[in-house]
């Protein structure tokens, strides 16, 4: 027998400590260039992105390993505290090549929470109901998203005091350390499959559907990526925008996360009268209007809150849509003792992270800041490619 809470107990838990998980990483997570702006020129800035996402991908391939050995349980509890002592850094810090290490620090221990929290609801979700339950958990954590830029911007308060947002995620860390504490000390841990990363790369590429579902992934986590570290900068410093005017956008862009991803969730489960339609349609309609969006961005530089916090929500109804249908789907497909698979898939965003700056760099050279959106329109229409290849889940 094995020592669990109830389900739905523990579902809605591990929600509540998703909610202030990502309370702690988006507070400060649409300042971080801007405040890494300050001592460090913007492809200098790339670089510093680029050597996270580097460590996060090996984070990513060792976590599996880690887990195995140490269980999950374990293996977050000590995230957590690492977690603490890099944020307790990057504000005491005044050194631009500490902070730098302590940026790409966090960055990789940031995803392998994330991994660890999947792992979780993994255990605790049944095949029946995979789309109901990570509609759920992606809202609640889109809920946070929907606040925590509003209260970043309050912390800034229209100055360069980049520090507070850092003291209010690291505030977030001590309820989330007590909260694994509390609930999962008695975690058992599934029989989880040993791959190396050769046998592991061989695994995913032996499902033709996982491969199509990753490259479509990537696509969407380089659409947040870049839309997370250089649109700040560009509605800042190209449009005009002060960091209070800056808030409230991105609030009202978000508020299409928690509205429409656990009803999209719940459908794609055939939950309304039996109604069901396949993941792989409305990805594809997601996908069509995040490019488009992003596309029509590049012809708007008027300084208007409601025009801009307009675009960008049009741009996020079909990301949402694009990242429960991708969630369910791979969800529906793996082994809960499939962590490696679950890392690999993982690993999506810092690739992103590597990627987007070059999409910077490269854009740049060769066009001005507005048409980056064109570009990057562009890269969420290619989606369509992998995406209607894809043959639909059922159950």
């Given at each position: 027998?094995?020592?669990?809470?109830?389900?739905?107990?523990?579902?809605?838990?591990?929600?509540?400590?998703?909610?202030?998980?990502?309370?702690?990483?988006?507070?400060?997570?649409?300042?971080?260039?801007?405040?890494?702006?300050?001592?460090?020129?913007?492809?200098?800035?790339?670089?510093?992105?680029?050597?996270?996402?580097?460590?996060?991908?090996?984070?990513?391939?060792?976590?599996?390993?880690?887990?195995?050995?140490?269980?999950?349980y374990?293996?977050?509890?000590?995230?957590?505290?690492?977690?603490?002592?890099?944020?307790?850094?990057?504000?005491?810090?005044?050194?631009?090549?500490?902070?730098?290490?302590?940026?790409?620090?966090?960055?990789?221990?940031?995803?392998?929470?994330?991994?660890?929290?999947?792992?979780?609801?993994?255990?605790?979700?049944?095949?029946s109901?995979?789309?109901?339950?990570?509609?759920?958990?992606?809202?609640?954590?889109?809920?946070?998203?929907?606040?925590?830029?509003?209260?970043?911007?309050?912390?800034?308060?229209?100055?360069?005091?980049?520090?507070?947002?850092?003291?209010?995620?690291?505030?977030?860390?001590?309820?989330?350390?007590?909260?694994?504490?509390?609930?999962?000390?008695?975690?058992?841990?599934?029989?989880?499959?040993?791959?190396?990363p050769?046998?592991?790369?061989?695994?995913?590429?032996?499902n033709?559907?996982?491969?199509?579902?990753?490259?479509?992934?990537?696509?969407?986590?380089?659409?947040?990526?870049?839309?997370?570290?250089?649109?700040?900068?560009?509605?800042?410093?190209?449009?005009?925008?002060?960091?209070?005017?800056?808030?409230?956008?991105?609030?009202?862009?978000?508020?299409?996360?928690?509205?429409?991803?656990?009803?999209?969730?719940?459908?794609?489960?055939?939950?309304?009268?039996?109604?069901?339609?396949?993941?792989?349609?409305i990805?594809?309609?997601?996908?069509?209007?995040?490019?488009?969006?992003?596309?029509?961005?590049?012809?708007?530089?008027?300084?208007?809150?409601?025009?801009?916090?307009?675009?960008?929500?049009?741009?996020?109804?079909?990301?949402?849509?694009?990242?429960?249908?991708?969630?369910?789907?791979?969800?529906?497909?793996?082994?809960?003792?499939?962590s490696?698979?679950?890392?690999?898939?993982?690993?999506?965003r810092?690739?992103?992270?590597?990627?987007?700056?070059?999409?910077?760099?490269?854009?740049?050279?060769?066009?001005?800041?507005?048409?980056?959106?064109?570009?990057?329109?562009?890269?969420?229409?290619?989606?369509?490619?992998?995406?209607?290849?894809?043959?639909?889940?059922?159950?």
């Amino acid at each position: 027998m094995t020592s669990r809470p109830p389900r739905t107990h523990i579902i809605y838990t591990i929600a509540v400590i998703g909610f202030i998980y990502t309370l702690h990483l988006v507070i400060p997570m649409y300042s971080n260039s801007s405040f890494l702006n300050i001592f460090a020129d913007e492809n200098t800035l790339s670089y510093i992105y680029m050597a996270g996402a580097a460590l996060s991908i090996f984070g990513y391939l060792v976590a599996p390993s880690i887990i195995r050995r140490f269980g999950n349980y374990n293996t977050t509890i000590a995230l957590i505290i690492i977690q603490i002592c890099l944020f307790y850094g990057m504000v005491a810090s005044t050194s631009a090549l500490t902070l730098s290490v302590i940026f790409i620090l966090q960055t990789a221990v940031i995803g392998l929470i994330s991994l660890s929290l999947d792992i979780f609801l993994e255990v605790y979700t049944e095949g029946s109901n995979v789309g109901s339950v990570r509609g759920l958990y992606i809202a609640t954590l889109n809920a946070s998203w929907l606040v925590a830029p509003l209260i970043g911007s309050m912390l800034i308060n229209g100055t360069d005091n980049y520090r507070n947002t850092y003291v209010a995620a690291l505030a977030m860390l001590f309820p989330l350390l007590y909260l694994v504490y509390r609930n999962f000390p008695k975690f058992k841990d599934p029989n989880y499959i040993h791959l190396s990363p050769h046998q592991l790369i061989r695994h995913v590429s032996s499902n033709p559907n996982w491969v199509r579902l990753f490259v479509a992934n990537t696509i969407l986590q380089v659409f947040y990526s870049w839309m997370v570290v250089y649109s700040p900068i560009y509605l800042n410093k190209t449009i005009g925008f002060g960091w209070d005017d800056i808030g409230i956008i991105l609030v009202i862009m978000l508020i299409p996360f928690p509205l429409i991803q656990y009803p999209l969730g719940k459908l794609s489960d055939g939950g309304y009268g039996g109604v069901k339609y396949g993941q792989k349609k409305i990805m594809a309609i997601g996908f069509i209007i995040m490019g488009l969006s992003t596309i029509a961005l590049s012809l708007f530089t008027l300084k208007s809150v409601a025009l801009w916090a307009t675009l960008l929500l049009i741009t996020r109804i079909g990301a949402a849509a694009v990242e429960i249908m991708i969630e369910t789907y791979f969800f529906k497909t793996i082994s809960v003792r499939d962590s490696a698979a679950l890392g690999f898939f993982r690993i999506t965003r810092p690739i992103s992270y590597f990627l987007a700056p070059l999409i910077t760099i490269i854009g740049l050279y060769f066009t001005t800041n507005e048409y980056i959106f064109v570009i990057v329109g562009i890269i969420c229409l290619a989606a369509l490619i992998p995406v209607l290849g894809m043959k639909e889940v059922r159950g």
